[in-house]
């Protein structure tokens, strides 16, 4: 052997016996890219209990479990909407089918998902009859894109975006800079919520409200999902005033009977006569009418518990799972803290196979029917 061939040796059998070069130790991190979503306010019917049954209790739903003192009464579960829907293309003609795997989201708008370094394009048709707009958290957005009309010193002509009439299009456009993104303490994805903000509380108690899961551009997926997450679930804890809807006029009784619906005979009985008309919610679901299929988990698997909360009066939750626990921001609990808007994460490896219940555990908002339940199979 040639003393030039001795000395390159080492690096040819190193060449030999490593592993081909393509051979991927992990599925490499997508290219940044822009990422479409065609998203339409329609106005829809949604049925906070559908088939009728609390599925908690196990039996035909009863609106008045919580109104004790009060009368029974027969209160409308079904109700006229204005809910964010996707669409498959600008043509706003098809409606992108929900994946399974979505099915609990109810009358959420659709995931709007992203991995930091990308760029969020929302394609906004307003097919409802009065304005409404988007307005994201946490992304990155110029005044033409917010979605928020106050006095900001921007001509209307620079921020469009803040209220689009009915019939009308806009293009909201967020960039995901690192700031949008898990911070030091996240875990692989964070999630920000989105809603129409022209009237904020009448916007949101009408139906608009989303969520948007950014993923670590290390982390994510082609798709831009975590990877070290098998199974995402969002749950918005939401107390939904119906009687502040937009379409509230043609939901509700006639003033009338919405007196005779709510005596208010005297303070101390000011809890007996809360108002009828207010829908104790988790994803549009109350008394455990989410579907259980839709809330399947398998033991093992690495679970995602995206929560937030809503706007009124009294939207501060704590979600607690039972049968199983969580770990927020590393901390080991079975109960998260929620406060109005509020968006928290937590990491699930169920073993505990089961059916289990998962509820807010503020009494009243419990007892209102705030409260959905898990399946855990083998
Ligand atoms: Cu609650």
Same mark, same amino acid.
């Given at each position: ?36 979503? /065609? ?13 009728? +049954? ?11 479990? %919580? ?104 293009? /909201? ?85 919405? +007196?005779?619906? +709510? ?16 829908? %104790? ?10 579907? #259980?299929?839709?809330?399947? #988990? ?54 505990? #196979?089961?059916?289990? #219940? ?21």
């Amino acid at each position: 052997m040639t003393r030039s061939l001795r000395s390159i040796l080492p690096a040819l059998l190193a060449l030999a016996f490593a592993p081909p070069a393509w051979t991927p130790t992990h599925a490499p991190a997508p290219t940044a890219r822009t990422r479409t979503y /065609y998203l339409a306010a329609d106005e829809v019917t949604w049925d906070y209990v559908p088939g009728g +049954q609390d599925a908690i209790a196990g039996h035909p739903y009863v609106d008045s479990a %919580f109104f004790a003192k009060a009368p029974p009464q027969v209160v409308s579960t079904t109700y006229h909407k204005v809910l964010y829907r996707e669409y498959t293309d600008s043509s706003f003609t098809t409606l992108k089918p929900r994946p399974p795997e979505w099915a609990h989201l109810g009358f959420l708008g659709p995931v709007i998902r992203a991995v930091v370094g990308d760029t969020i394009r929302v394609v906004f048709r307003n097919n409802a009859h009065r304005p409404y707009s988007v307005h994201p958290h946490g992304v990155f957005y110029d005044k033409n894109s917010e979605g928020a009309p106050y006095s900001d010193g921007v001509s209307a002509a620079n921020k469009t975006g803040d209220s689009v009439p009915p019939a009308a299009t806009h293009v /909201y456009v967020w960039p995901v800079p690192a700031r949008a993104g898990p911070g030091p303490m996240d875990g692989s994805s964070v999630m920000w919520m989105y809603h129409s903000h022209v009237d904020e509380v009448r916007d949101i108690n009408s139906g608009l409200f989303g969520a948007m899961i950014i993923t670590a551009r290390s982390k994510a997926r082609t798709d831009g999902s975590p990877n070290d997450v098998d199974r995402e679930i969002v749950a918005t804890f939401a107390q939904v005033h119906e009687e502040d809807s937009w379409l509230a006029s043609e939901n509700l009784p006639s003033p009338d009977s919405i +007196q005779h619906l +709510q005596p208010i005979p005297s303070p101390s009985e000011r809890q007996a006569s809360y108002p009828w008309f207010v829908k %104790f919610t988790i994803n549009g679901f109350t008394r455990g009418s989410m579907p #259980l299929s839709s809330l399947t #988990l398998r033991r093992g698997q690495r679970v995602r518990w995206y929560l937030m909360s809503s706007t009124n009066d009294f939207d501060v939750h704590a979600p607690h799972w039972h049968g199983n626990t969580t770990l927020i921001a590393g901390m080991r609990t079975d109960v998260a803290v929620l406060s109005f808007m509020g968006m928290t994460i937590a990491d699930m490896q169920p073993d505990n #196979l089961g059916t289990w #219940l998962f509820h807010c555990h503020v009494s009243f908002h419990n007892a209102a029917g705030m409260a959905v339940r898990y399946l855990v199979t083998p």
